[in-house]
Every structure is written in structure tokens, then in C-alpha cells.
């Protein structure tokens, strides 16, 4: 086909619509929006009914559980604020998150591109040794990881729970660093060496850069699955103290046999917030960051 | 001096994967070899010794533990409907969304916040859903089938759960299904439009091929996020009533950690979860990486 051709193709998109006029796909594309607007209205209807009600007082909320509040009263925040004690439940999320990531991404930035730029069967045999995580589920490695973490007396921290995510989060960064060093030019690394740089100094100040992108997509998931995880600190943590926000608002749930759902729905407000303002604002990122993580993964 | 070399080679190599590798080797080899032999034995909580058992946990799951086989019959039930439905809303979502043009980063930004929040406060959102807002809209409305003891009763508890657990993952695949739609070109599209194909026709032969390497994904995805469910189950019905929404996952932990402290026998159940998913997969990938080729 000629370059003609293809631009006049571009230029004037040749559509059913085109050629039956416009009448013929307007209602389908009107039906498109209402499909979507209605799965639109699915997807946000728990979290807005959640938002509403946790302005209400139980008698309003009994009374009609649908209405706007007659009155933003704040008493809910207040209460669940202190049950589910939570400066302190957000402060271990972080803490936790923080040690797992750093921990994740230095060691496995590391790792990945040492086995990348090595060849030969031992780095083969160590590459494939991570790699086999991949395969085995959690549920087959928590039991024994209990007790070693007691053994170790990690367990009942939020300094020993970061340090066990490093454990288990460093296989599928290997996997994505090891994949993304390989588009960077070996010359840089002979380069370095021959201006008389030390390896590990050569690899944190000239490569570790240049693996921003994945860096930046390892940081994200791995943040929103520790963040998110809810198992391994229910096993690790026993003390009320050093509860994260899911284990927090979790007990909060338990406590009740007649759930008190104004404070429930404004703890778990509470608790989604920080997610969700991150979301907002780094959006972009984090589908970008999704996206390349399933496709290479 | 080759032999220096190939020695300082390795040393670098070494050094720069032991951090990593000891971190991995202490909290996931060690954990993951250590449930294949306890799985052998009949170690439990309470007591410090134990014995070696031979295949005496693998015999009673197979023989005398109808509520394991339950709890598995039912989680294949929920990975049955997951992989099909998930996989179908997300290129639907995927599809209908890439056809718009000013609201597309609007539908993209609301289908996939679910999947910012864990799902054991979306599942708990759900349950505030499902136990008195839809009991409340029954009562003052004309739809009075909403009317159903969404958590009580096993058949609309699993009804429940697919609900809160589309909810969740649709977005995360979609996200996916919409990166590969971006990269079907245009130009074979119109070219089967001008060839007088419609859109049903261009989408089944021309975009669904161009696709199957991320529905490699999503269906691998689905499976082992499905098979291992946990949160969904244990905030919306704690895998009741009774335990008729026990998932394999919760089973495991059940008899490990809540009911008996049976940590051999669960070790053996955790193992057979891991052979299940292991297989399945394997099968899967064998099958989608033979249809990419032929497509």
C-alpha cells in the first residue's frame, strides 16, 4: 500500500458508521456510556454508601440509611480515630512498608544486575533459584515461616515483619531487574571500571540510575502489596501495639457482636484514605506500574 | 591470571546476591522446605517433639477429611467463575473504554481504585452492603428481590463473595487488556472495516488475536490469585456460615493457626494446594503458548 494511500486512511477512518451515517452507531456508542456509567456507579456505590453513613448518627442511619446526613458531624472519626488507635496502627503500615521496600529494592537491584552481567551456571543455577519462588503460594511456606520467626525473634515486630517482606519480595524484583539491565550498554560498567571505580560504588552511582523506570514500577507494587497484606501480619503481630492498619480495624470488627457500623465505616474510611489520595495523585504511575509488572512478570 | 579472574568473577557475583539471598533463604526456602518436611510429620503447636509420619497426613486428607475436599470443590467453583467472568468484564471494560474519547481516563481512574484498597476493607464495605443497605432498599422499594440473607445463606454467600471479588480484581485486569488493545494498529482494523467485517467480526478475528499474549496473563493471573483467596472470604463470611465458604487457603489456616494447631497435617494440605496450583498453571501456559503461535 502506498504512504498515499495510508494517510488518506488515516485522515478519513473508514467506520461502519461512515457509510450508514451517523444515526447507525450513535445509539450503540450512547449504550457504551451507559454500560460503563452503570459499572461506574457499582464500582464507587460501596465506598460512597460507606462515606455517607459514617457521618450518621445509628438513628439516622437506621431511620434512612440512603439520605444525606442532616448534618457532617464528625463524632464517628473521633471515636473510630482512637479505637483504632490510628497515628499509631499508620506509623507501623509505614514503618513496615518502608523497611520492605528499601530492603527490596537495594538488595534486589543488586542481585539483578550482577546475575544479568554474569554469565556462566552458577548464575544461572542462582537466577533460576529465585525465579522458582514465583511458583510456590504463600499458604505452603507460613507455617514453618512462623516458627523460624519465632526462633529468630522476629516475630511480634514491625521491624522483624519489614525484614521478612525483604525475604519475600526480593524474587520478582530480581526477575524485573535482571530482565531490565540487559538494555543497558555493558561499555558504561568497563568504562567505570577502567576510570578505577570500585564495583559496588561503580554499581550505586552509574547503573543504579539508569533503573529508575523499574525501579519505579518494583517500588509500586511492592508497596501497595505490602501496604495491602493483610495474612502475614496477622500471623506475625500480637501485640495491639504494633497493629498495622488492617489488623487494627480488623479487631475493631471482632469486638462487636452487634456491629456498631457508624464507627466501622469511619475507621475503614480512615484506613483507605492514605491509599486512595495516593492513588489520585500518582495515578498515571501506578497503571504504568501495574501494567509493566504483569506484562514482564 | 585467568584463574584470579574467573575467582574474582564469582566473589563479585557472590557478594552482590548474598543480601539478597540470605533474606530469601531464611524467610522463603528454608519456610518452603521446612513445610515439605514437616508435612511428613505429626507435628503440632503444643508440643515440642514429633515425629516422622511418612505419608500418614497425605492418607487422612485423601481419606478422612470430607470438609478439606469441600472447601477445594468449592474454591475450584470460585476459580471456574472468576477466570471466566473476570476475564470477560475486564476486555469488555477494556473494549467499551478504549472506544471513548474524553471520559476514557475517568472510567479507567473509578474501575481500577478498587484495587488500591485491600480486600479486607473492601470486603468489609460489602458486608455493610450486603447486611443493611440492600435489606434497607428491599424494604422502602420496588426491588423487593434484594431481599436475600446475602451472608447467611451458602447460596447467595457465594453469590456474595464473586460479587466482592469482581469488584476487586476487574480493574487490575482491565488495566492490562487496555495496554494491549493500544497496541493492535489501527491501519489492520480499518483494513478489515473497508473488507466490510463488523465490529463484532473485527473484534473476534482481528483484536482478539493481536490480544492473546495478555490473555496469557490475565488467565494465569486469575488462576493463581483465585486458587489462593483469602481476604475476600475471611472479612465478608469468615468462611461461613458453618463452613460452606471455606476456601483451600482459609481451610489451611484454620487447622494450622485457629482450630487445632495441627501443623503437620496443615503443612500436608498446603502442599497439595501448592501441586494443584502448580499443575494447573503449568497446563495452562502449555496451552496458551501453543494458541499465541498458531494465532
Known amino acids: 500500500m502506498s504512504t498515499n494511500a495510508n494517510r488518506a486512511l488515516r485522515n478519513k477512518p473508514v467506520t461502519g458508521g461512515d457509510r450508514l451515517g451517523k444515526r447507525t452507531w450513535k445509539p450503540g456508542s450512547v449504550l457504551i456510556f451507559l454500560f460503563l456509567a452503570l459499572a461506574a456507579a457499582f464500582t464507587l456505590f460501596p465506598i460512597f454508601m460507606g462515606l455517607l453513613n459514617s457521618f450518621k448518627t445509628e438513628g439516622e442511619m437506621l431511620n434512612n440509611i440512603l439520605a444525606f446526613p442532616s448534618k457532617i458531624q464528625f463524632a464517628n472519626y473521633s471515636d473510630a480515630f482512637d479505637k483504632i488507635d490510628f497515628l499509631r496502627s499508620l506509623w507501623n503500615t509505614v514503618a513496615v512498608t518502608v523497611i520492605g521496600l528499601i530492603g527490596i529494592i537495594v538488595f534486589s537491584s543488586m542481585a539483578g544486575y550482577k546475575l544479568s552481567r554474569t554469565p556462566g551456571k552458577l548464575s544461572g543455577f542462582l537466577f533460576a533459584l529465585f525465579v522458582m519462588s514465583m511458583l510456590i503460594p504463600f499458604h505452603s511456606v507460613m507455617i514453618t515461616l512462623n516458627k523460624i520467626a519465632k526462633l529468630l525473634s522476629v516475630q511480634g515486630s514491625t521491624v522483624g515483619l519489614g525484614l521478612i517482606y525483604i525475604g519475600l519480595g526480593v524474587s520478582m524484583a530480581i526477575f524485573l531487574y535482571h530482565g531490565f539491565v540487559k538494555s543497558i550498554p555493558r561499555e558504561l560498567d568497563e568504562a567505570a571500571v577502567i576510570d578505577g571505580c570500585g564495583e559496588l560504588r561503580l554499581f550505586f552511582t552509574v547503573i543504579f540510575p539508569l533503573l529508575l523506570p523499574v525501579t519505579a514500577t518494583i517500588a509500586i507494587l511492592n508497596a501497595l502489596w505490602i501496604w495491602n497484606d493483610f495474612l502475614l501480619p496477622l500471623l506475625m503481630l500480637t501485640d495491639s501495639d504494633t497493629y498495622t492498619l488492617l489488623l487494627s480495624t480488623n479487631m475493631l470488627f471482632g469486638q462487636y457482636g452487634n456491629n456498631d457500623w457508624s464507627a466501622i465505616l469511619a475507621a475503614l474510611i480512615l484506613t483507605m484514605l492514605p491509599v486512595i489520595i495516593l492513588y489520585l495523585l500518582l495515578q498515571k504511575y501506578i497503571l504504568n506500574g501495574v501494567v509493566d509488572g504483569a506484562v514482564k512478570g | ?295
Not at chain 2, 81 to 107: C, D, G, H, P, T
Not at chain 2, 173 to 194: D, F, N, R, S
Not at chain 2, 212 to 217: D, E, H, Q, R, V
Open chain 2, 1 to 295: 591470571m585467568s584463574i584470579f579472574h574467573r575467582h574474582k568473577t564469582i566473589f563479585t557475583l557472590l557478594g552482590f546476591v548474598l543480601p539478597a539471598l540470605l533474606f530469601y533463604v531464611i524467610f522463603f526456602l528454608v519456610p518452603a522446605a521446612g513445610g515439605v518436611w514437616y508435612s511428613l510429620t505429626n507435628w503440632n503447636g503444643l508440643t515440642r517433639s514429633y515425629s516422622f509420619v511418612g505419608l500418614d497426613n497425605y492418607v487422612e486428607v485423601f481419606k478422612q477429611d470430607p470438609i478439606f475436599w469441600d472447601s477445594l470443590l468449592f474454591t475450584l467453583k470460585y476459580v471456574f467463575y472468576m477466570v471466566i467472568l473476570q476475564n470477560i468484564l475486564a476486555i469488555l471494560l477494556a473494549v467499551f473504554i478504549e472506544s471513548r474519547a474524553s471520559s476514557k481516563v475517568w472510567f479507567r481512574t473509578i474501575f481500577f481504585m478498587p484495587n488500591m484498597i485491600s480486600m479486607i476493607i473492601g470486603g468489609f464495605m460489602w458486608m455493610f452492603i450486603f447486611t443493611k443497605v440492600l435489606p434497607y432498599i428491599a424494604e422502602h422499594t420496588i426491588f423487593k428481590f434484594l431481599d436475600q440473607s446475602w451472608i447467611g445463606d451458602p447460596n447467595f454467600s457465594f453469590f456474595a463473595i464473586l460479587v466482592v471479588s469482581l469488584w476487586g480484581g476487574v480493574g487490575y485486569l482491565m488495566v492490562i487488556y487496555i495496554a494491549a488493545l493500544q497496541g493492535v494498529p489501527k491501519t489492520l482494523k480499518e483494513a478489515a472495516a473497508i473488507d466490510g467485517a463488523n465490529a463484532w467480526h473485527i473484534f473476534r478475528h482481528v483484536t482478539l488475536p493481536m490480544i492473546y499474549p495478555a490473555l496469557t496473563i490475565g488467565l494465569f493471573v486469575t488462576l493463581n490469585s483465585s486458587f489462593k483467596v483469602f481476604d475476600a472470604v475471611f472479612s465478608l463470611t469468615g468462611g461461613g456460615p458453618g463452613r460452606s465458604t471455606q476456601v483451600i487457603a482459609l481451610n489451611i489456616y484454620e487447622e494450622a493457626f485457629a482450630m487445632n494447631s495441627r501443623y503437620g497435617y496443615a503443612s500436608a494440605k498446603a502442599m497439595i494446594l501448592f501441586l494443584v496450583v502448580f499443575i494447573i498453571t503449568m497446563i495452562q501456559l502449555r496451552v496458551m503458548k501453543k494458541r499465541e503461535v498458531e494465532a
